[in-house]
């Protein structure tokens, strides 16, 4: 068995990077589309890799762009979810009504090409799940980067989401969501950098990489109460559930 980082950021000479992770144990790649100029760079990092793959989307931050061409990309074959999509009310670096408006055509894309959804939601918990109730929450549907408590992890799960847990995992200061991971059924639970990133301890401040997603695997086995090796596995097998993937290791 092996890692997956099933969300990060990667650019196109970022093959040394790719070489380091599966030199760690982290056998596959989700690099992850924020507008249409980094889905295009995350199609061409995924098409020069066999062990990576893209999404295609639009960040809250960059919601004022609208979706033009990213429709055409999510026939590609390395193309595997829709996203990162949602809601950010922290920076509001676009106007609330214009996130929501394309937070919920990217979930009407999701359900159309029967895609994953990869959602960013910060301090807007409630329209994020107010938005996936009126237009439906896509069956594969993940939380990125899982900042919240037990109550929203909860209710994520009860929508049938996937919770991706990040560094912010061993931060001192990450109480909830610790707490969330402790409650969440592991079988809902995956693993990720957001590198560059949100570095785990003890490499926080640093420019995050793909090879330290065992870090993260190894504070939610902590708090699982498991072995490192089994959160591996589980992780291994949901992200691969989730996204589509081959199970079997190249």
Same mark, same amino acid.
């Given at each position: ?24 144990? !982290?056998?596959?790649?989700? *690099?992850? /589309?924020? #507008?249409?100029?980094? =889905?295009?760079? %995350? ?98 549907? !993940?939380?990125?980067?899982? *900042?919240? /408590?037990? #109550?929203?992890?909860? =209710?994520?799960? %009860? ?92």
């Amino acid at each position: 068995m092996a890692w997956i980082d099933n969300h990060c950021h990667l650019r196109v000479d970022d093959d040394g990077a790719i070489a380091e992770a599966r030199d760690a144990g !982290v056998a596959r790649l989700i *690099t992850v /589309g924020t #507008d249409l100029e980094h =889905s295009l760079i %995350a199609v061409r990092v995924a098409e020069a890799h066999t062990n990576v793959w893209a999404t295609a989307g639009v960040h809250p931050h960059d919601a004022t762009q609208g979706l033009d061409g990213i429709v055409a990309l999510l026939d590609h074959p390395k193309v595997v979810a829709v996203g990162e999509a949602g809601l950010d009310y922290y920076y509001d670096h676009s106007p609330r009504d214009v996130q929501q408006s394309v937070f919920a055509a990217q979930i009407a894309l999701a359900h159309t090409h029967d895609l994953p959804l990869v959602i960013h939601t910060r301090d807007a918990w409630d329209d994020t799940f107010r938005i996936l109730d009126r237009e439906g929450t896509p069956r594969r549907t !993940v939380f990125h980067c899982f *900042t919240g /408590g037990p #109550d929203e992890a909860a =209710s994520a799960v %009860a929508r049938g989401a996937w919770l991706s847990i990040s560094g912010i995992v061993t931060f001192k200061s990450a109480t909830d969501v610790r707490a969330a991971v402790a409650s969440a059924p592991i079988d809902r639970l995956l693993v990720e950098t957001d590198s560059p990133y949100l570095a785990p301890v003890p490499h926080r401040g640093q420019a995050n990489r793909p090879a330290w997603v065992p870090l993260v695997g190894a504070a939610v086995a902590s708090l699982k109460g498991c072995t490192v090796a089994e959160i591996e596995a589980v992780t291994w097998t949901n992200t691969c559930s989730f996204y589509g993937l081959d199970p079997q290791p190249a």
